[in-house]
């Protein structure tokens, strides 16, 4: 078969009002006259997607006229096609719902499954969209914090079992590849914490965007997939967007087997004015398809890629860099690095990587208090610009 890709390849972002790039967005976000760092920030892929999936976007383009549209009949088979092929998940076309993305799904099934003043639990250090939407839709955080134990992040069962017994604790959030740390729930974990979740009437929301992003030797089980009572007990958050880059379609499926459930949350969108539930976008829905039909060889690259870049990175910081550990990458394409042992305060670390280094990473602290002193890296880039980035932070900490 032709591999018609290239993970080297440099590919120019600029003029194409790319969030992770963009200067004006690294102002912002990191500070003004930091507009010039290598950004291994925000989770999308500097690597231009699978051609199949261009075309297809390119037959629709030519049609000229694009109106109001219904599903597009390829995305839900190619959908459930997947899920059966790659995760061993039947999914149900009753079951899917449509999002412009998994952190609006999760606002929605917020307000929805909520009142103000509940609370909703979530496992730091964590994707910090979680605890925003959270606050900002007037409720409160219920933090199960992770653990580390021999040089592994875990669940705290303990913790999870007494937050729980809270009655304002209504959802829980598991994010499951976890982001940042990498982990990949086996299913004892996974089984344990679904078990604690039902035995107090808290209804799981399972993020599983990055689902596919799997590295070699470890496997993702599906939450609602283990058992019926899982699946009657949770809302899945999916889309192509992490494993094929496409974030910026706008195009994610909420999976609710429970027809109550289901019927609650489809309430909760027409609400908010989203009448087309079951389609989502024109082209989001077309790129999806295509990804999911024929971006697979794509995808079993990548792996493969994005494994040698981790370990590149590993053994640079790890060896150039004593006190510095990189934890094992089991899921995503971000790398969870702890400077603590370098002794360095939080301010002083930050202004070493932005300032003297030149690159633009997400700081732990937003993920959590317990993310202090981590930095998270996404490595999903060719590997010139990860080792001009690992090059830099080795020679502005040394």
Known sequence: MTRDWNFDEEVDRSQTASMKWEPEVLSRVFGDGRDTL??????????????AIRKAMEKRLAHQIYGYSLKDPAYLPSLISWYR??????????????????????????????QPGDKVLIQTPVYYPFARSILNNGRQVADNPLKIEDVHFRMDFNDLAEKVKDPRVKLAILCSPHNPVGRVWT?????????????????VIADEIHCDLVMPGFKH???AAISEAFAHHSITCLAASKTFNLAGLH?????????????????QLENLGFGN?????????????????????????????????????????????????????????????????LGLAEQD???????????????????GDNGKGFERFNIACPRSILARAAEAIVTAFK
């Open 251 to 267: 195009q994610s499926s909420i999976i609710v087997p429970d027809p109550v459930l289901r019927r609650e949350l489809h309430a």
């Open 349 to 367: 670390r930050i202004r070493l990587l932005e300032e003297q280094a030149g690159v633009g990473l997400d700081h732990g602290a937003w993920f």
């Open 38 to 51: 290598l950004p291994l920030w925000v989770a999308d892929m500097d690597f231009n997607c699978h051609p």
């Open 187 to 203: 299913r004892e974990e996974l089984d344990t914490f679904g078990r604690i979740c039902i035995d107090n009437q808290v209804l």
């Open 85 to 114: 092929r790659r995760h061993q998940w039947e999914i149900q076309v009753p079951w899917v719902l449509t999002t412009p993305g998994v952190v609006p799904a999760v606002n929605y099934i917020i307000q929805r499954f909520s």
């Open 277 to 341: 539930a079951d389609g989502g976008t024109l082209f989001g829905a077309v790129a999806a398809a295509a990804a999911y039909n024929e971006a697979e060889p794509w995808l079993e690259d990548l792996i493969l890629y994005l494994h040698a870049n981790f370990t590149y990175l590993k053994t640079f910081l790890e060896t150039e860099l004593p006190g510095v550990f990189v934890y094992e990458l089991q899921g995503t394409y971000l790398a969870w690095v702890d400077f603590n042992g």
């Open 221 to 223: 089980l599906c939450f």
